[in-house]
T-cell receptor, first 113, second 111 residues
Framework: DTAVSQTPKYLVTQMGNDKSIKCEQN?????MYWYKQDSKKFLKIMFS???????INETVPNRFSPKSPDKAHLNLHINSLELGDSAVYFC????????????FGPGTRLLVL | RKEVEQDPGPFNVPEGATVAFNCTYS??????FFWYRQDCRKEPKLLMS?????NEDGRFTAQLNRASQYISLLIRDSKLSDSATYLC????????????WGLGTSLAVNP
């Protein structure tokens, strides 16, 4: 059973399009995260939700909008995609809000052409 | 100074070698420290937490030096399967809500 799953695994799209990435965790965790890992392999947190409430919102363009319908799901919608959005997006979850172990999904490889 | 800094490597070592990585952090109030491992084109996975007194898990030993603000990871008897990128992770400002990730140290264990 996959603990943290993301769909799609690969996403190739044109500049200006709108796309969504979905994430689900079956670990019963309270907190979920979105990270961006760019071509230089730098892993940077974008958002964090705890029980559907936004708790971390880093300096991310407002073209990125997370949505958490329940604590097991955290989706990421991106409007007006730009070339610089090309990266691997990882979803993760952790039991609480603390700096404890985070469990990552397999990643979504986004390529904007 | 970067919040979390690692030597990117790559470290190329033969099987059976002992290799050590260091990671420095800038904020003295940091409280939680971890080593994650990331295989090529895969997600990061927790290797081990780092405790104040140091801790060991099989061939892996992690240590924390608060005075000099660095953590280390020692791998003994390297295996081919240890080839990966090792990410140093620190919580900053004692803020338990956010972790800061290093860029990682690349290790290649050669036969």
């Amino acid at each position: 059973d996959t603990a943290v799953s993301q769909t799609p695994k690969y996403l190739v799209t044109q500049m200006g399009n709108d796309k969504s990435i979905k994430c689900e965790q079956n670990l019963g965790h309270d907190t979920m995260y979105w990270y961006k890992q760019d071509s230089k392999k730098f892993l940077k947190i974008m958002f964090s939700y705890n029980n559907k409430e936004l708790i971390i919102n880093e300096t991310v363009p407002n073209r990125f909008s997370p949505k958490s319908p329940d604590k097991a799901h955290l989706n990421l919608h991106i409007n007006s995609l730009e070339l610089g959005d090309s990266a691997v997006y990882f979803c993760a979850s952790s039991p609480g809000q603390g700096a404890e172990t985070q469990y990552f999904g397999p990643g979504t490889r986004l390529l904007v052409l | 100074r970067k919040e979390v800094e690692q030597d990117p490597g790559p470290f190329n070592v033969p099987e059976g070698a002992t290799v050590a990585f260091n990671c420095t952090y800038s904020n003295s109030a940091s409280q939680s420290f971890f080593w994650y491992r990331q295989d090529c084109r895969k997600e990061p996975k927790l290797l081990m937490s780092v405790y104040s007194s140091g801790n060991e898990d099989g061939r892996f030993t992690a240590q924390l030096n608060r005075a000099s603000q660095y953590i280390s990871l020692l791998i003994r008897d390297s295996k081919l399967s240890d080839s990966a990128t090792y990410l140093c992770v620190v919580n900053i400002n004692g803020n338990n809500r956010k972790l800061i990730w290093g860029l990682g140290t690349s290790l290649a264990v050669n036969p």
